[in-house]
């Protein structure tokens, strides 16, 4: 399973990522530095605390919301 990929739905756009990766590891990825960024797993919210234990599979859809975007 080494090296192997999965293609999911990141904000809209397809996106190739490292099979086994969770929501941390993708915030890290996507670099999601916002204190108040808000996830959605597939149309979910997920809280922060569960981001290590949530694991992404081919297909799913996830949603990184930024409250504080703007001026």
């Given amino acids: 399973m080494e090296n192997e990929t999965i293609t999911i739905v990141v ?3 397809e996106e190739t990522v490292p099979a086994g990766v969770t929501l941390s590891g993708l ?6 530095g916002d204190g ?3 996830v959605e797993h597939n149309g979910r919210f997920v809280y922060p605390k ?3 234990a949530t694991t992404v599979v081919a ?3 996830v949603e990184f919301i930024n ?3 703007g001026g």
């Fill in 11 to 13: 904000n809209g756009f």
């Fill in 59 to 61: 297909g799913d859809r």
């Fill in 67 to 69: 409250p504080n975007f």
């Fill in 27 to 32: 915030v890290t990825r996507f670099k999601e």
């Fill in 36 to 38: 108040d960024l808000i």
């Fill in 50 to 52: 569960d981001y290590g």
